[in-house]
């Protein structure tokens, strides 16, 4: 819309009573998780009304309240970024980079460490050329499924505990 109708201005002048913002992490959770629990897909407009009392914009725990969802105007290649987006958000997908002596041994004892947490490696790039590192050591970046954002932080608590550096 580029240019508001006449009656827009007197019309939220009479019936708006309170406007919020949400971010786009936001929106992408709230549309992840109509996909997920209402089986829902809608688009990022459609979406903000959810995304604001998820993330509690507006005070709907003493009264009921409706959201108004509409719009699926969205594409599979944009629907894919949304939902990693929102995962993310929920703390269901992180990504973890660590700085790992380079030995023998010492990659397969820290996917270990992050195996016996319970998070899922879906990806993970080893690298030794990177200007980060000394000589002997190794960047490791990982892609982890896992519950929320206390188990990444657990994720990362273990990691310290058994001596590797979680680079942030």
Do not use: W
């Not at 580029?2 to 929106?27: A, H, M, N, Q, R």
């Not at 949304?82 to 023998?104: F, M, N």
């Not at 397969?108 to 050329?129: F, K, W």
């Amino acid at each position: 819309v580029k240019k508001p109708g006449d009656l827009t201005f007197e019309l939220c002048e009479k019936y708006v009573d309170e406007l919020v913002t949400v971010s786009e992490e936001e929106i992408c959770a709230a549309i992840t998780a109509l996909i997920e629990d209402q089986k829902t897909v809608a688009e990022g407009a459609g979406a903000t009304t959810v995304a604001a009392v998820m993330f509690g914009k507006v005070d709907a725990s003493e009264k009921k309240t409706v959201c108004v969802v509409s719009g699926g105007n969205v594409d599979v290649t944009t629907l894919s970024r949304i939902i990693t987006k929102g995962l993310s958000k929920q703390g269901r997908i992180a990504e973890i980079t660590t700085k790992i002596v380079d030995k023998p041994g010492n990659l397969i004892r820290m996917l270990q460490i992050v195996s016996d947490t319970g998070a899922n490696i879906t990806n993970i790039d080893h690298s030794r050329e990177d200007e980060k590192s000394d000589v002997s050591a190794c960047i490791v970046s990982m892609v982890l499924e896992t519950k929320n954002s206390a188990h990444i932080d657990e994720i990362k608590k273990q990691l310290c505990e058994n001596g590797y550096e979680v680079i942030d």
